[in-house]
T-cell receptor, first 115, second 117 residues
Framework: AQSVTQLDSQVPVFEEAPVELRCNYSSSVSVYLFWYVQYPNQGLQLLLKYLSGSTLVKGINGFEAEFNKSQTSFHLRKPSVHISDTAEYFCAVNNKETSGSRLTFGEGTQLTVNP | EAGVAQSPRYKIIEKRQSVAFWCNPISGHATLYWYQQILGQGPKLLIQFQNNGVVDDSQLPKDRFSAERLKGVDSTLKIQPAKLEDSAVYLC???????????????FGPGTRLTVL
């Protein structure tokens, strides 16, 4: 079984400040890792994903994440946030060895960017 | 390119009533997913279709939930009878599913918000 823990349910920051949203996972096998963003009353949109290769993954809207296998983490970062980044962010994991594509999501982190 | 379409966007029913949700995936996407997102939680997969066959329905409460994907395109998710705890947003997603073993990006629709009174 696999699980995802997002360590902060809410993260308030000021505009142009850096931000890190933390994600830890547990799995007995190798995994793929994802970050999704959900704006109010909208579906989820993929920010970035780690499948293999370089552990530093760059995504849309200036976000990046680093896969750390030894710490089983996949933290999301942005060096300078904008008001428009205010949204709910979800970390998700997929088990490489299952035949399906089931994504297991964390409970989400609400990022609020204040002026 | 049109995204994943879902209807209705909102639905309010009383417990023990029935309800159905509809999803139209992105054209050409072979794989379709239904997720349940309870307030304050991440989405949970209910069922996954590959074309019109079920790949994973291990988390679908089969005593009250059912889903079908006729002709491998549109899909409907039904709840009968509804319970209070079914109040949630129901998200539909689709992906190409190239079959190479590498996970394809899932594209999500806007969801249907269900309130059971």
């Amino acid at each position: 079984a696999q699980s995802v823990t997002q360590l902060d349910s809410q993260v308030p920051v000021f505009e142009e400040a850096p931000v890190e949203l933390r994600c830890n996972y547990s799995s007995s096998v190798s995994v793929y890792l994802f970050w999704y963003v959900q704006y109010p009353n909208q579906g989820l949109q993929l920010l970035l994903k780690y499948l293999s290769g370089s552990t530093l993954v760059k995504g849309i809207n200036g976000f990046e994440a680093e896969f750390n296998k030894s710490q089983t983490s996949f933290h999301l970062r942005k060096p300078s946030v904008h008001i428009s980044d205010t949204a709910e962010y979800f970390c998700a994991v997929n088990n490489k060895e299952t035949s399906g594509s089931r994504l297991t999501f964390g409970e989400g982190t609400q990022l609020t960017v204040n002026p | 390119e049109a995204g994943v379409a879902q209807s209705p966007r909102y639905k309010i029913i009383e417990k023990r009533q029935s309800v159905a949700f509809w999803c139209n995936p992105i054209s050409g996407h072979a794989t379709l997913y239904w997720y349940q997102q309870i307030l304050g939680q991440g989405p949970k997969l209910l069922i996954q279709f590959q074309n019109n066959g079920v790949v994973d329905d291990s988390q679908l409460p089969k005593d009250r939930f059912s889903a079908e994907r006729l002709k491998g395109v549109d899909s409907t998710l039904k709840i009968q009878p509804a319970k209070l705890e079914d109040s949630a947003v129901y998200l539909c997603a689709s992906s190409w599913s190239s079959g190479t073993g590498i996970t394809d990006t899932q594209y999500f629709g806007p969801g249907t918000r269900l309130t059971v009174l």
